[in-house]
C-alpha cells in the first residue's frame, strides 16, 4: 500500500484532493497552480537579508589543492576552476558548509567537468577554513555509474534528530541526473544511499530525472533540525515544478501523488515574474509558526519574465505551505528577496548572474543565507529576523 493515495472529493474549479496515510490526513487545495491565499499578512517572510560590510565572495578556487582520486588513481586539482552552491549546518557552536567544487577536467562548459563536495567550517559564519580534500566524491563504489564523470553537486543538508547528517545531493554521469542522499555522523565520512526516490512504489520512479531536494526542518535546541509533520519527514523537490514526498527514515522518499498516480505539483512557474523560467527548491524548508517556509531559487523567463532582471538570471523567492496540508500554498512573494547585484554575481562561468540559495543557518543571534555566486563562487549575506 503506497504511503499516501490521493482521493478527489472536489470538482470545483479550484480543485481539492484528500491526503490519506493511515491516520494522517492531508487536504490539499489548489495545488500547481501558483494560487495563494489573498491576505496581506508579510510576517510570515524571512526578510531582508544583506550582504556584510565590504561584501566579497567567502570562497573562491584553489588551484594548488590535490586529491588522489580513487577512480582514475592520479593526482587532480580538484577545486581549480569553481566553488559554488554551499549547504550550511552549525555543529558544536560553529558554521560547517558543504560545497560544490569544480575540477579542471572535461569540456570548459558549465556541467562539464567532475564536481566534488569540499567542506570547511568558520567561528563567525563569514571567515572559512576549507579541508583540504573533498568529503563527498566520486568513487568506486555501487554510485560510480551515476556519478562519474560529472559527480557530486549541490549538497543541501539537515541534521537528523539523533544528531547524524542527511545530504541531498545531485549525481551527474554526463548524460542524466538524480537527486541522491548520503549519511553521515562527522560530516566528513558519508554513506551513499543512492537516489532518493529510486525504491518508491516498486521503483516507479528508478529512472526520473530530477534534482535540488530539501528536507522540512525546525528550530529545535537553537539550530534547524529535520522534523515530522503527522509522523512522517517531508521534503520539497524539484526544478522546474516542485513537488512533495515524504520519508520515515529521511533515506527513503516516497512522491507524493493523486488518484491516479500521478506527481502532484505544488509550486509551478509564473509569467511576468522573477520565477517565470521555473522555480527550483532552494536550503532546506523550516516549519515555522505561520506554516512552512521554502525559500527558492527562480529563473527569470527569457522574454516573458521579470522586466527589472536579465533574462535567465536566478535569485531568491520565499512561499509558505500549510503546515496541516504541505501542498497548500499559503503565500508567494511577487518581488525576489535577494537578488545579483554585485559583479561577482554577475561574472563566471553564469554571466547572467545568480545568487543561489541553498543553505541556511540560525547562528549567534542571526540568520545566515550561502549562496553560489554565478556557478563560481560562494557569497552569504545576513537578516536580523529573529528565530522562527
Known amino acids: 500500500m503506497r504511503a499516501l493515495a490521493f482521493h478527489a472529493f472536489s470538482k470545483t474549479r479550484k480543485s481539492a484532493v484528500r491526503v490519506r496515510s493511515s491516520a494522517v490526513l492531508f487536504v490539499v487545495l489548489a495545488f500547481g497552480s501558483g494560487f495563494c491565499a489573498n491576505e496581506p499578512d508579510t510576517n510570515w517572510e524571512l526578510i531582508p537579508f544583506a550582504r556584510p560590510a565590504a561584501a566579497a565572495p567567502i570562497l573562491s578556487s584553489d588551484k594548488n589543492a590535490l586529491f588522489d582520486d580513487p577512480i582514475t588513481k592520479a593526482p587532480v586539482h580538484w577545486e581549480s576552476l569553481h566553488t559554488f552552491n554551499p549547504g550550511a549546518i552549525v555543529r558544536d557552536g560553529r558554521v560547517y558548509i558543504l560545497y560544490r567544487a569544480e575540477d579542471d577536467s572535461g569540456k570548459m562548459e558549465i556541467g562539464g567537468h567532475t564536481s566534488r563536495l569540499g567542506l570547511a567550517v568558520s567561528d563567525d559564519g563569514i571567515h572559512f577554513q576549507r579541508e583540504a580534500k573533498p568529503v563527498l566524491f566520486p568513487a568506486d563504489d555501487d554510485q560510480k555509474a551515476r556519478e562519474w564523470p560529472g559527480g ?5 543538508v539537515v541534521e537528523a534528530e539523533d544528531g547524524s547528517y542527511v545530504v541531498a545531493y545531485t549525481q551527474w554521469n554526463h548524460q542524466r541526473y538524480d537527486a541522491a542522499i548520503a549519511t553521515s555522523k562527522d560530516l566528513h565520512s558519508w554513506t551513499k544511499h543512492g537516489p532518493a526516490l529510486a525504491k518508491a512504489y516498486g521503483g516507479k520512479y528508478k529512472d526520473l530525472q530530477y534534482k535540488s531536494a530539501g528536507i522540512v526542518t525546525k528550530m529545535q535546541d537553537g539550530r534547524l533540525k529535520a522534523a515530522k509533520i503527522n509522523g512522517k519527514y517531508l521534503m520539497y523537490w524539484g526544478e522546474g515544478t516542485i513537488y512533495l514526498a515524504t520519508s520515515e527514515n529521511l533515506v527513503d522518499w516516497d ?17 511576468l515574474l522573477f520565477d517565470s523560467w521555473f522555480p527550483e527548491v532552494g536550503p532546506p524548508p523550516i516549519l515555522t509558526e505561520h506554516g512552512i517556509l521554502l525559500l527558492y531559487n527562480g529563473k ?89
Open 152 to 156: 557530486c553537486e549541490d549538497p543541501r
Open 255 to 271: 512522491p507524493v501523488e493523486d488518484k491516479n498516480g500521478k506527481l502532484v505539483p505544488v509550486l509551478a512557474r509564473r509569467p
Open 300 to 388: 527569470n523567463g527569457l522574454k516573458d519574465g521579470d522586466k527589472e532582471l536579465a533574462p535567465k538570471t536566478y535569485s531568491v523567492g520565499e512561499a509558505l505551505f500549510s503546515a496541516q496540508n504541505p501542498a497548500q500554498l499559503l503565500h508567494r512573494v511577487e518581488q525576489p528577496v535577494f537578488k545579483p547585484e554585485l559583479p561577482w554575481e554577475r561574472s563566471g562561468q553564469y554571466v547572467e548572474g545568480t545568487t543561489f540559495a541553498q543553505g541556511l543557518v540560525y547562528f549567534h543571534g542571526k540568520w545566515f543565507l550561502y549562496y553560489g555566486c554565478a556557478d563560481s563562487l560562494v557569497g552569504v549575506a545576513t537578516s536580523e529576523h529573529p528565530a522562527l
